[in-house]
């Protein structure tokens, strides 16, 4: 399916329920590839990114129950599982990483471009029909979780990016009207 640009910003939603399908790392590789289009100053191309699909996924899902699911060993197979969902029904992960430089400019600039990448790749996964969501969740900055990433201390993480299918679309946020955010110049 080839949708316009203006249909792929449009329509792309947040998507928070996956439907528990996997993803191929063939097309979440295919999209990274695609996304490193985005614009970037210096041509520095401040990004890293690790995968996690297919057969990564238990090593993945068995860190992410020992960092965000508190207790989890006096939890119930069930209660446990049904906690997890959040992370299990995914189909496949990016962890986007920036280069944090020392300069506070570049520093900026770097983590606006690696943004403009993550919503490229939010947008080209809509194309194919995978929905996906940014997270921030708090383990990003976790030692334990830094490590598993191989993040040098001047990676900073800024994205669980979920990769996955789903049954139902999600609804739009309401928008401000432009009126309400564009003036012109010197009114
Ligand atoms: C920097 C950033 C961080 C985000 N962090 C989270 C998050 O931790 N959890 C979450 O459910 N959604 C997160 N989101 C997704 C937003 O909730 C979502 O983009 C917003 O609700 C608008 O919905 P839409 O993307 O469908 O238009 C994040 C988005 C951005 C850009």
Same mark, same amino acid.
């Given at each position: 399916?080839t %949708? ?10 947040? !998507? &928070?329920k ?6 191929e790392?063939?097309?979440?590789l295919? %999209?990274?590839?695609?996304? &490193?289009?985005?614009p #970037?100053? *210096?041509?520095?191309q401040?990004?890293? !990114?690790?995968?996690a699909?297919?057969?990564?996924l238990p090593q ?16 119930? =197979?069930?209660?446990l599982a ?5 992370? $299990?029904?995914? *189909?496949?992960?990016? @962890?986007?990483?920036?280069t944090?430089?020392?300069r506070?400019?570049e520093?900026?600039e770097?983590?606006?471009?690696t943004?403009?990448?993550l ?7 809509w194309? +194919? *029909?995978? *929905?996906?969501?940014?997270? $921030?969740?708090? @383990?990003?900055?976790?030692? +334990?979780?830094? =490590? ?5 201390? #001047? =990676?900073?993480?800024i994205?669980?990016?979920q ?6 679309a999600?609804?739009?946020g309401?928008? +401000?009207?432009?009126?309400d @955010?564009v003036t =012109?110049?010197?009114?």
């Open positions: 399916m %949708i316009s640009v203006k249909q792929a910003i449009l329509e792309r939603r947040s !998507i &928070k996956f439907n528990g399908q996997p993803v790392k063939q097309a979440v295919e %999209i990274l590839d695609d996304a &490193k289009w985005a #970037n100053h *210096g041509n520095r401040p990004w890293r !990114i690790v995968v699909a297919e057969d990564k993945l899902h068995a860190l992410l129950r020992d960092l965000a699911v508190p207790k989890w060993q006096e939890l119930s =197979e069930e209660a049904a906690q997890m969902q959040k992370f $299990t029904l995914a *189909g496949a992960y990016a @962890f986007v990483l920036v944090e430089d020392m506070q400019k520093r900026l770097d983590y606006a471009a943004s403009c990448y919503q490229n790749a939010q947008l080209l996964a194309e +194919k *029909g995978i *929905g996906t969501c940014w997270k $921030t969740p708090g @383990f990003l900055d976790n030692p +334990k979780f830094r =490590e598993a990433l191989n993040a040098k201390s #001047n =990676e900073r993480v994205s669980m990016l990769f996955g299918h789903f049954d139902e999600a609804k739009a309401a928008r +401000k009207e432009v009126a @955010f =012109e110049f010197g009114a």
